[in-house]
């Protein structure tokens, strides 16, 4: 009887013994099962954030257009320093205002594209943007002042100008994102007022 009894014992130790591992494995499954899971969310969260709506000729524009609008923004903090024209300061700070904010935007884009944050000093090694001034051109700039610097600083920056719109209406003609193509639509317009404006200032100096 006693003999009987212990068997019984040990039979039902094992059982449970067998009932807590089997609920053991079933836990480490079901959290292995929900890392995965999670793994798999973050990844697909990761893929759906890069934008396809965009292509090669939109790239570019942006990634070109932000070093020339920094160098713009660049001449136009040189202005207040070199000249005490009124008229040419108030046109530079207008310059700043609206094409540094386009630079965030520039960046914001490119990113949202799954491209790197553009830099001032990126851009197309190789060849010359349309409009950028060189580096001896900017160190002539810097060292002039009064009416010099303002005759300067207007034909410099229109052709600066002429240079970005040309971008613009490559980025119309060749690019497909929408985002992209009211930025170039909004250089346009924005800067072809610009260059009549100064126009009109070098025809009064």
């Known amino acids: ?19 807590f591992a089997a609920a053991c494995g079933d836990d480490s499954d079901s959290t292995s099962g929900m890392d995965h ?15 396809t709506d965009f292509d090669d000729a939109d790239v570019t524009f942006l990634q070109m257009m932000y070093p020339h609008h920094a160098q713009a923004v660049d001449m136009a903090k040189m202005v207040p320093g070199h000249t005490q024209n009124p008229q040419l300061i108030a046109l530079a700070a207008e310059v700043e205002k609206a094409q540094a904010p386009e630079m965030e935007q520039i960046s914001a884009l490119l990113q949202s594209f799954g491209k790197p944050a553009p830099t001032a000093g990126s851009g197309h090694e190789g060849h010359r943007m349309p409009g950028m001034m060189s ?19 207007l034909e410099m920056m229109i052709e600066h100008h002429a240079g970005a719109i040309d971008m613009a209406k490559t980025e119309l003609a060749e690019g497909v994102n929408p985002d992209a193509q009211a ?12 260059i009549a404006t100064m126009r009109t200032m070098l025809g009064q100096s």
């Open 1 to 19: 009887m006693f003999i009987t009894r212990t068997r019984i014992t040990l039979a039902a130790f094992a059982a449970g013994a067998l009932l």
């Open 37 to 51: 899971g999670t793994t798999s969310s973050t990844a697909a969260t990761a893929t759906s954030a890069t934008r």
């Open 135 to 153: 580096a001896e051109q900017m160190l002539a700039l810097e060292a002039a002042s009064g009416a010099e610097f303002d005759r300067m600083w």
């Open 183 to 194: 930025l170039a639509r909004a250089v346009i317009a924005a800067q072809e007022a610009e």
